[in-house]
């Protein structure tokens, strides 16, 4: 069960009911996190502009490798429930099947450019408790990326850092679609949907 019941839409304030439609397009549903953020609307406003600020795409990072990106900080902090969303991202956004698959081992895999490997090892890194940037990582990534793809690169790494936080320590049930995708494309990593049940 989770720590606070998220909030109905019918129950949020006019003006973030309308805000929080923007999670509808990359995820389908409004998620129960921002549904319990909704407690306090101020919190649930600020997180909906910050999020739709990060996942802006200025630059050369794209919005499906903005959602792998959350994804290999999800599953390096062990976030099932934004594994889940952050898998449904990337495929709603045109990650193909292989990129799909191969995200949570990414070395290896031929359907990574090097500039990808670069920015999702300084994504795994960064997710580490304690953090593991090393000057070795961070010349990998400048070799590839701007300051301003690094800034947008970072933001998502702490933008999913505090919902990898949120998300695991109140519990948030996971939504019917994100767990369709998560049972779907992340068996082999072993995903469970664990704590983040719907009862």
Known sequence: MPLVAPLGEDEMEPGLREAVQFFKGP???VP????????????????????IAVMTCEGAVTPEF?????????????????????????????????????????????????????????????AEVPNGVTPAIEARLTAHWSDGDIV?????????GFLNRWNDSMGSAL?????????????????QIGKHRAE
């Open 27 to 29: 995820l389908g549903v």
């Open 32 to 51: 129960n996190s921002v549904r319990t953020m909704a407690h306090r609307p101020a919190i649930a406003q600020a997180f909906t502009a910050l999020n």
């Open 66 to 126: 903005k959602r792998l990106l959350g994804y290999v900080t999800s599953f390096t902090s062990g976030c099932r429930y934004c594994q889940a969303h952050t898998i449904l991202g990337a495929e709603r956004f045109g990650a193909t099947e292989e990129r799909l698959r191969d995200v949570w081992d990414f070395e290896p895999s031929p359907h990574f450019t090097e500039a990808e490997k670069a920015a999702l090892a300084f994504a795994r890194a960064a």
């Open 152 to 160: 947008e690169i970072m933001a998502v790494i702490a933008l999913f």
């Open 175 to 191: 939504e019917d679609l994100p767990v369709a995708t998560a049972d779907r494309l992340l068996a082999a990593t072993g995903w």
